[in-house]
């Protein structure tokens, strides 16, 4: 298992920005490819970013493109998504998650190991 720890969600006005961090501990990530999902209420879960292992490639859905950032630290075995001019329809519960592959995905059933979640809320 590889846990992984979601945190820095919270409240924000639209047009502010946040940063998420994804921790995983007992274990390192690296060489695995890393996403972020988002579900918001009565939805289903959606794709927003991913990051390969080891070039870095990133890829990101149409919705947050030019203004989410995905990024590793891998000497600090942590994985980031920065959310710049955040909308209300960002509002979900946002889940970080782990391939047991360095290849890169979109799709949620090629992630094995999921966080819990943070709360992302924009208010307009």
């Known amino acids: 298992q590889v846990p992984l720890v979601e945190s820095g969600g919270g409240l924000v006005q639209a047009g502010g920005s946040l940063r998420l961090s994804c921790a995983a501990s007992g274990r390192t990530y690296n060489y695995y490819a890393m996403g972020w999902f988002r579900q918001a209420p009565g939805k289903e879960r959606d794709f927003v970013a991913a990051v390969d292992w080891p070039a870095g490639n990133t890829f990101y859905a149409d919705s947050v493109k030019g203004r989410f950032t995905i990024s590793r630290d891998n000497a600090k075995n942590t994985v980031f998504l920065q959310m710049n001019s955040l909308k209300p329809e960002d509002t979900a519960v946002y889940y970080c998650?782990?391939?047991?592959?360095?290849?890169?995905?979109?799709?949620?059933?090629?992630?094995?190991?999921w966080g819990q979640g943070t709360q992302v809320t924009v208010s307009s």
């Open positions: 998650a782990a391939r047991a592959t360095g290849i890169l995905a979109t799709t949620g059933n090629e992630f094995r190991y």
